[in-house]
């Protein structure tokens, strides 16, 4: 089943790329945390741990932090991210992508309603929205994701 296509943002992660999701996604089969800007950073943590030990045993699969800053907050671009790459431990800096662009209408077509939660989306490389979750990491969202990746493997 597929909720709906992901829109296409662009950004830069913080290893300085630029890049276009979900144009540029490498694998088969993406997911996507994408904290909103009053998410604990240890909820981040936990999901982000997760994600590293699922990509390290499933090679189709790859996962991206997608930050998203009000357009307003441009200016200020150098500053955020060199604070970002200061606090980021053992990850890959290509994987945390920040966003500048208008939010409400990002939320608008996402469905994002929590502005202090964090959702997950496990997405294909055409864009599909397969499988979404919100919150705080617990073992049942983790095998619903799991159960979700094995339902897609098929089509690989």
Request: aromatic share 10%; with cysteine; proline share 3%.
């Amino acid at each position: 089943m597929v909720y709906a296509k992901f829109p296409e943002i662009s950004g830069k992660s913080l290893n300085k790329l630029p890049i276009t999701l979900p144009n540029d996604f490498k694998r088969k089969l993406n997911i996507l945390i994408l904290p909103c800007s009053k998410v604990n950073k240890l909820i981040l943590e936990r999901w982000a741990s997760f994600m590293d030990t699922l990509i390290s045993d499933i090679s189709f699969l790859d996962y991206y932090q997608i930050n998203i800053f009000n357009k307003k907050l441009k200016v200020l671009r150098r500053y955020i991210e060199a604070r970002a790459r200061r606090s980021i431990l053992n990850r890959n800096l290509e994987k945390v992508i920040h966003i500048y662009q208008e939010l409400t209408v990002l939320k608008k077509i996402l469905d994002l309603k929590d502005h202090k939660s964090i959702y997950i989306f496990l997405i294909n490389n055409k864009g599909d929205i397969l499988w979404r979750t919100e919150g705080r990491y617990d073992l049942e969202k983790a095998q619903l994701l799991k159960q979700k990746i094995i339902e897609h493997m098929s089509e690989f």
